[in-house]
T-cell receptor, first 113, second 114 residues
Framework: NAGVTQTPKFQVLKTGQSMTLQCAQDMNHNSMYWYRQDPGMGLRLIYY???????DKGEVPNGYNVSRLNKREFSLRLESAAPSQTSVYFC????????????FGPGTRLTVT | QQQVKQSPQSLIVQKGGISIINCAYE??????FPWYQQFPGKGPALLIA???DVSEKKEGRFTISFNKSAKQFSLHIMDSQPGDSATYFC?????????????WGAGTKLIIKP
């Protein structure tokens, strides 16, 4: 049982390049989330998927797109990376019927130059 | 009104001392208040959580104190140990939110000095 996995762990992009961050969970969780974490700003929600087939914007969605490929996988895409998107990105999931605990992946550290 | 304000931003405590981190909120509809612990290079993990029908919850050396009238809640770490050095986040949510969204504080970096 791997929990929540994220790939890659580290990535450096040039301004304007695109990439997709991958997230998968093997806990049969319903809802999945993408956050970014910046120093002194806590965790800010980018997008979430309440259930398979649905996605919604969070607090800071601009510059990002998401896909809930199936119940296990939720990907985050940067179409044209900007230096302001330099951050640590976390994916999380929750088993809705089980309560509120969000399980986090290990994060992806992204640098945009 | 959706904000959760956390203080202090950083905290240094001697080994064996009590670490106290505070959070305040405005939205009285919040009814779930968790604390998450994050070690460097890792994702946050749930430490302890409380609902507003109780004023205190204790799990081992970790205690949440909740003051509904003041709209404040705090994390107390008794007998703090170097292994407790981490970043701590408070958060809040509303049970009827179908997306189970959490509103996060900005985090407190705790350092326990040996």
């Amino acid at each position: 049982n791997a929990g929540v996995t994220q790939t890659p762990k580290f990535q450096v992009l040039k301004t304007g390049q695109s990439m997709t961050l991958q997230c998968a969970q093997d806990m049969n969780h319903n809802s999945m989330y993408w956050y970014r974490q910046d120093p002194g700003m806590g965790l800010r929600l980018i997008y979430y998927s309440a259930s398979e087939g649905t996605t919604d914007k969070g607090e800071v969605p601009n510059g990002y797109n998401v896909s809930r490929l199936n119940k296990r996988e939720f990907s985050l895409r940067l179409e044209s990376a900007a230096p302001s998107q330099t951050s640590v990105y976390f994916c999380a999931s929750i088993f809705r019927a089980g309560g509120y605990e969000q399980y986090f992946g290990p994060g992806t550290r992204l640098t945009v130059t | 009104q959706q904000q959760v304000k956390q203080s202090p931003q950083s905290l240094i405590v001697q080994k064996g001392g009590i670490s106290i981190i505070n959070c305040a909120y405005e939205n009285t509809a919040f009814d779930y208040f968790p604390w998450y612990q994050q070690f460097p290079g890792k994702g946050p993990a749930l430490l302890i959580a409380i609902r507003p029908d109780v004023s205190e919850k204790k799990e081992g050396r970790f205690t949440i104190s909740f003051n509904k009238s003041a709209k404040q809640f705090s994390l107390h770490i008794m007998d703090s140990q170097p292994g407790d050095s981490a970043t701590y986040f408070c958060a809040a949510s509303i049970a009827r939110w179908s997306n189970y969204q959490l509103i996060w504080g900005a985090g407190t970096k705790l350092i326990i000095k040996p």
